[in-house]
């Protein structure tokens, strides 16, 4: 397994191995002793989620303010362009957002942790997301940061003149100078 940091450098790619020849390949794809070892953190998963989306869907940016989560986030079906963005006061990325692609074929893993919004944009014809969380679902304490919002300036690998497939709470999202931060 490698890390690579993000250029908010506790964002972090995961790349697991991946052991391959003519009949196909295997990876395990979480060990709790070399995650650990190899990102620094001591982390304790509770739950594990499971989506699927078609092609144009945007999930987010979505983040709770109580029981506030770290998440490991990979696709294994298709592909998507993954997002952080920084809602913490004090640090030096406050603001700042970075996005990674991640598939089924790249075996990437994102780690995002606590105090920051996270959404994706489905890049493939469709995608199944998985994501392991340090904490349980809250919906009271849910917020949903706007996906579009120009002042964070979120560069969506989008077609010029097409809006993303929103559900009404992302629809809703509130902008950037309204969103409580951590």
Same mark, same amino acid.
């Given at each position: ?128 997301? &998985?994501?392991? @969380? /340090? ?9 949903? %940061?706007? #996906? *579009? ?9 989008? &077609?010029?003149? @097409? /809006? ?9 999202? %509130?902008? #950037? *100078? ?5």
């Amino acid at each position: 397994m490698s890390v690579t940091p993000t250029a908010i450098s506790e964002v972090l790619i995961i790349e697991p191995k991946v052991f391959g020849d003519d009949r196909g390949w295997f990876t395990e794809s979480f060990n709790v002793q070399d995650f650990s070892a190899v990102t620094g953190l001591n982390v304790n998963f509770v739950q594990d989620n499971h989506s699927f989306s078609r092609k144009g869907t945007l999930r987010g940016l979505h983040y709770q303010l109580e029981k506030t989560q770290g998440k490991l986030v990979r696709v294994v079906s298709g592909s998507v362009f993954d997002v952080a963005v920084d809602l913490r006061k004090g640090s030096p990325t406050f603001g700042k957002w970075d996005g990674v692609e991640l598939s089924a074929q790249n075996h990437r893993q994102l780690w995002i942790p606590p105090g920051f919004a996270h959404g994706f944009l489905v890049l493939s014809e469709a995608a199944e997301f &998985l994501y392991k @969380t /340090t904490d349980y679902y809250h919906p009271q304490s849910e917020v949903c %940061l706007a #996906w *579009d919002d120009p002042s964070i300036g979120i560069e969506w690998p989008l &077609l010029a003149g @097409t /809006t993303p497939i929103l559900n009404a709470k992302d629809s809703a999202g %509130l902008p #950037w *100078d309204q969103v409580p931060k951590f």
